[in-house]
């Protein structure tokens, strides 16, 4: 039998929700400071998909009756060497989200909790997408390194990151239902 519960386990993957959120409004203020806007932009939209990520998980855990830990903020620098880093540190922080969701999703096949098992299927879709975008936006990034304003341009051509969004989303808690 598994040692730890599958609502102990989710409130952990809530903290780390919460806490690629805030690395990711860290890059944006780093590529802000450089004047990169879209860049930018970018990657607030990224800190607000993890922060709702987050928030689907609460959803899950209040509607199966388990209790929800709101974990501590801790700082995240906001200062990177080179216009590629922040892009190299989301695209780690994405392979490393994805283990961390096969392992609930593990753990719930583990435990034989079937709902567990199906509300992760969603983010199991999901972080591949998330990695192959990170993927393709820091080729993007390092074959523009000498000129980001190039990268800026790909961005707005291509409208990366922008997709809206998805309708086959759990529900959220600050969703009204």
Known sequence: MAE???AAALNEQISNEFAASQQYVAAAVYYDTETLPRLAAFFYRQALEEREHAMIMIRYL????????????KAVPTTYADGSEPVKMALEQEKRVSQEIFSLFELARELKDYRAEQFLQWFVKEQVEEVALMGDLLNVVERSRENLLL???FIAREK???EGADPTAPPA???AE
């Open 173 to 175: 808690a600050d969703e």
């Open 4 to 6: 730890k519960s599958f």
């Open 151 to 153: 990268a800026e341009d």
């Open 62 to 73: 209040l509607d199966v009756g388990e209790s929800v830990e709101i974990p501590d903020i």
């Open 160 to 162: 990366m990151g922008e």
